[in-house]
C-alpha cells in the first residue's frame, strides 16, 4: 500500500467529516506558517537520523521495528480526531474497535470467555494481572522465573507482595521442581509463566505448570508481552511450527498478557491485558455490582487502572487485524518468516568454525558467541563487545544487540568453557522482520567476517 496517498486520504476522509459541523476560526494563537514549519522541520527530521536503521534487514539486534502502514495510517486519521478511550463518551468508535480487537486477541488464546482491555504496555499490562492476583490472593507471594522481565519483581515492590524468582533450566524455562518446592511453602498465589523471555524466547512449560498449580491453588498468569503471537505458529506445518503445547494450555490460564507494539505490526503505545474470568473486572471499581462487567457494553475506563488512553492505538490496532489478522493465515505467516529465519541462521551458526550458538532459538531470537582461544568468558565478552561495535561502524553495517549471560547459566550450556568471570556478554538477534528470512547468509557471513577480523587484530603485534 502507498502511505504517502493513504496519508492524503486520511486527512481528506477527517476533514469531509469535520465539515458537516459547519465552519469555524482557528485561533491565531496556534497558527504556524508553513515557512516557519518548514524550517523547525529541517532540523526535526535531520536530529531523527541519530537512530539506528531498525526497518532494515542489515538492523539483527533488539526487538524493534517499524509498524506496518496500515497502522500509521490507522493511528493518524484517529488522531486527527483524538479520542480517549478511558471512557465510552471519549471516542464511541474507537472503543468498539478496541472491544473488537481484544476479542480476536482472546480468540487467538481460546479464551472461551474474556475481560480485557489495551494498555499503553506490556509492563501496565503485567501490573493489572498482578493487581488482580493480589486482590484474588492477599497475603500471597507471585512466583516468577529468574529469566521472566525485570517488571514482574519490580511491580511486586509496587503492589507491596513478595516475589519469588525461580531457578531455569538449562534453556532458560522455569525449573518445575523448583516451581513445586516453592509452592509447598504455601506462600505463593499466582504463578507468572512467560512464554517467550525477552532475552532469549525460551517458553515456559505451561502445559506442565498448569497440573501444579491447580493441585496447590494457585493462579496463573502467562506474560506473552513478546510472544503471544506465536500461539498462531502452534502446531503449524513446516519447520517454524511450535510444539502446541504450552501455547494451548494458555487457554486455560487465568490471564495473560501481549505487546502488539512488539509482534503485532504496532507503533509503541499497545500493550494488552486479558483475564479469563471477567468477574475480576470488580476490583477496579469501588461500588459497581459485578453484573455489570458481563453487559454487552464495557466501559474501558472502569475497567483498566490507566484512565487517558490513545484512541488512536485501538484504530491502529484495529485496521490492521482487517488486513493481518491474529490467525495463522494473517500474522502466523509474518511471524513464521522470522521463525525460519532463526533455524536458518542457527544451522549456519552450528556449522561456523568461528561462530557457536549459545542455545537453539525457540522462538525468532537467536543467540551466540565467538569462538574465542583460550575459550574463556573474559574472551568471549571482549570479543561479543567488539564485534557489537565494529559492525555498527562499518561501511557494510550489521547492527547486532548483546546478551549478558551469567556464569551458571553459560557453563549449564558450555561446560567447557573456562568460568573466569561472573558472566560474558554474547551476541543477540532478534529476527522479528519477516525480510530477515532473506537475509540470514548475508548477515552470517558478515558476523563471521567481523569475528575473524578480531581476532587477526588481536593475534598482530602492537606496533
Ligand atoms: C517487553 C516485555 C515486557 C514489558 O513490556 P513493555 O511493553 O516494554 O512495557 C514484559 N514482559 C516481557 C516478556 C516482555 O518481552
New binding site residues.
Given amino acids: 500500500m502507498d502511505l504517502q496517498r493513504w496519508l492524503g486520504r486520511a486527512t481528506h476522509a477527517i476533514q469531509d467529516w469535520a465539515d458537516t459541523f459547519g465552519p469555524y476560526q482557528p485561533h491565531p494563537s496556534v497558527l504556524v506558517d508553513d515557512d516557519r514549519f518548514g524550517a523547525v522541520f529541517e532540523e526535526f527530521t535531520g536530529r531523527l537520523k541519530d537512530n539506528y536503521p531498525f526497518f532494515h534487514p542489515h538492523y539483527a539486534g533488539q526487538?524493534l521495528k517499524p509498524p506496518h502502514p496500515a497502522a500509521v495510517v490507522g493511528y493518524l486519521t484517529a488522531m486527527l480526531i483524538n479520542p480517549n478511550n478511558h471512557a465510552l463518551d471519549g471516542g464511541p468508535a474507537t472503543a468498539r474497535m478496541e472491544r473488537e480487537a481484544v476479542a480476536q486477541l482472546a480468540t487467538m488464546f481460546g479464551f472461551d470467555t474474556h475481560l480485557g482491555h489495551l494498555t499503553t504496555?506490556?509492563?501496565?499490562?503485567?501490573l493489572e494481572a498482578l493487581f488482580v492476583a493480589r486482590e484474588l490472593h492477599p497475603g500471597r507471594g507471585v512466583a516468577y522465573s529468574e529469566d521472566?522481565?525485570y517488571?514482574?519483581g519490580r511491580m511486586c515492590g509496587v503492589l507491596g507482595i513478595k516475589g519469588h524468582p525461580v531457578r531455569t533450566d538449562s534453556r532458560g524455562r522455569i525449573d518445575l521442581d523448583a516451581l513445586e518446592e516453592l509452592l509447598r511453602t504455601g506462600d505463593v498465589g499466582t504463578v507468572v509463566l512467560?512464554t517467550?523471555?525477552?532475552g532469549l524466547g525460551a517458553v515456559d512449560p505451561v502445559d506442565h505448570a498448569l497440573p501444579l498449580a491447580e493441585r496447590y491453588g494457585v493462579r496463573v498468569h502467562v506474560?506473552?508481552?513478546?510472544?503471544g503471537f506465536f500461539t498462531l505458529l502452534a502446531g503449524a506445518d513446516g519447520p517454524e511450527g511450535l510444539p502446541p503445547g504450552p501455547w494451548r494450555a494458555i487457554a486455560r490460564c487465568d490471564s495473560v498478557?501481549v505487546?502488539p507494539?512488539?509482534h503485532g505490526l504496532q507503533p509503541?503505545g499497545c500493550?494488552a491485558v486479558l483475564f479469563r474470568d471477567p468477574e475480576v473486572g470488580r476490583f477496579y471499581l469501588h461500588d459497581s455490582p459485578y453484573t455489570y462487567f458481563t453487559s454487552a457494553e464495557l466501559h474501558l475506563g472502569e475497567i483498566s487502572l490507566e484512565c487517558s488512553r490513545a484512541g488512536a492505538s485501538a484504530a491502529a490496532l484495529w485496521l490492521t487485524f482487517q488486513l493481518l489478522a491474529p490467525t495463522p493465515e494473517g500474522l502466523g505467516r509474518v511471524l513464521g518468516a522470522g521463525r525460519r529465519a532463526a533455524l536458518q541462521w542457527a544451522d549456519l551458526i552450528t556449522a561456523s568454525d568461528v561462530l557457536e550458538l549459545y542455545q537453539r532459538p525457540e522462538l525468532d531470537i537467536l543467540s551466540y558467541f565467538p569462538v574465542v582461544e583460550p575459550a574463556t568468558l573474559t574472551g568471549i565478552d571482549t570479543t561479543s563487545a567488539r564485534i557489537l561495535a565494529n559492525g555498527m561502524s562499518s561501511p557494510d553495517p550489521v547492527f547486532l544487540s548483546t546478551l549478558k549471560a551469567g556464569r551458571a547459566a553459560f557453563t549449564a550450556r558450555h561446560p567447557k568453557i573456562t568460568a573466569d568471570a561472573e558472566g560474558a556478554r554474547i551476541l543477540r538477534s532478534v529476527l522479528m522482520k519477516p525480510e530477515s528470512e532473506h537475509y540470514v547468509e548475508h548477515l552470517h557471513a558478515r558476523v563471521e567476517q567481523l569475528a575473524d577480523d578480531v581476532r587477526v587484530a588481536e593475534a598482530r603485534p602492537c606496533l
Fill in positions: 526487538m504496555s506490556g509492563t501496565i499490562a503485567n521472566a522481565h517488571t514482574h512467560t517467550g523471555t525477552t506474560d506473552a508481552a513478546y510472544g498478557v505487546d507494539h512488539k509503541y500493550g
